[in-house]
């Protein structure tokens, strides 16, 4: 995971970095692979028999600090977290559904 991205290119929204992350994307489920690390406790099968990352009943990833909005497992965290990119397309559409302004989203 990049540690920050640029504003865009037209100025209009601020920089999205770690420092900025509401962690809308601790809502994805996440799926294992096999050279995750990820602690058992934090696990589960999914309805297909695949282990993914166990989430809350609210549905955030087990592995997130509510009070901080930081990963616990931020070392251990799997492959899958590793490579989701701050700012990209995925995570600007999910900061889009999820953070305040925008009409169908939610205040996590």
Do not use: F, H, K
Not at 75 to 80: D, H, I, N, Y
């Amino acid at each position: 995971m990049n540690a920050t991205n640029d504003p865009d290119v037209t100025g209009d929204s601020p920089a999205i970095s770690c420092a900025t992350c509401e962690a809308c994307c601790c809502r994805l489920e996440v799926l294992l692979m096999g050279d995750d690390d990820v602690p058992e406790r934090l696990t589960a099968r999914d309805q297909w028999g695949g282990w993914v990352m166990r989430r809350l009943d609210d549905g955030w990833c087990a592995a997130l600090d509510r009070s901080t909005l930081l990963c616990t497992i931020y070392a251990r965290r799997p492959a899958v977290c590793r490579e989701y990119q701050v700012g990209d397309y995925e995570c600007l559409g999910e900061r889009a559904r999820l953070l305040p302004g925008n009409p169908a989203g939610t205040r996590l």
